[in-house]
């Protein structure tokens, strides 16, 4: 691609043949995601995805977008740039399972003020791999240059995924009843909302983020906050396939307080037994070393559960096994209630 080369461009601090050796390295990666309706045309213009609605009788698109806000200096400060992707796609993927739609394909967005081929391969590996983990095909994407605007170490990642569902399949609470029981689907950390509070409150910019720490079952804290989200596509998938679900909630920024009302129809409350919860250490950690009410943790936090979701009473032992069949511990956290308040933590 010297052809290409612009040394007027390059002199304005854009390399466009490093952008031509980016796709180059992340090809391999993006092979990974290739589904059935993918058609190979990394580099081209548009990304193509042919849909099979077959069995389909009013099939809906569905779409979500998101970034990983600013967990993304985290990887940065350990230059660690393979996980940040996952989240990206997480982010994504698990808000539009929420009302039963199959993600099928999904585009990424890097902006960065020096694009460093290696650096961006890397981030796109972890792009590739959340796509796999939520079976979806990885079709196209963008890097941008933005020198003078971004310092030359830093960028910033987002994407958007489209899924698809049938219309009479759509999870919208409308048969949630008093009596239907509350199933957490664990997370597997912070994931990827709240840390503007976590780098303040752990001064991640100062801080030894390798050193291990008790409190955290002798884990560095850098490795702890960059763990990445957890993507439940596929054991959510396949309890939609076989038993009945009243509601889903992706718990994300806003925590319990505005994240699980979303998925509650008026008059029903979701009343949460706190003593239930399996939390994992970082949070009683981060709400000690921060000083942060109760309250305020679980209005930002998931507080260790990525998902909920809403089963007859009947169903929940069944719903329970599929789940943990499909590799998810999951559990009981409550129940619903008739009440006007949405959710309440008891």
Known sequence: MNESYSASYAAAGVDITAGYKAVELMKQHVARTMTAGMA????????????DTAGMKAPCLVSGTDG???KIRIAQLLDKHDTIGIDCVAMCVNDVICCGAKPLF???YIACGKNVPEKIASIVSGVAEGCVQAGAALVGGETA?????????????AGFTVGVVDREKVVDKTGMRAGDVLIALP???IHSNGFSLVRRVFRVESADLGAPIDAL??????EVLLTPTRIYVKPVLALLEQTEVHGISHITGGGFYENIPRSIPDGLCAKIEKASL?????FSF??????IPERDMFNTFNMGVGMSVVVPGGQADKALTILREQGEDAYIMGEIVSGEEKVILC
């Open 106 to 108: 999904f585009l990424d």
């Open 68 to 70: 990983v806000g600013t």
């Open 40 to 51: 190979e045309n990394i580099g081209g213009f548009g990304g193509l995805f042919q849909l």
């Open 278 to 282: 399996r939390t994992p250490p970082v």
């Open 145 to 157: 240059e933005h020198p003078g605007v971004m310092a030359e170490e830093d960028y910033d990642l």
């Open 286 to 291: 981060l709400a000690g070393t921060g000083n």
């Open 187 to 189: 997370s597997t950390g």
């Open 217 to 222: 079952g002798g884990k560095g804290l850098g």
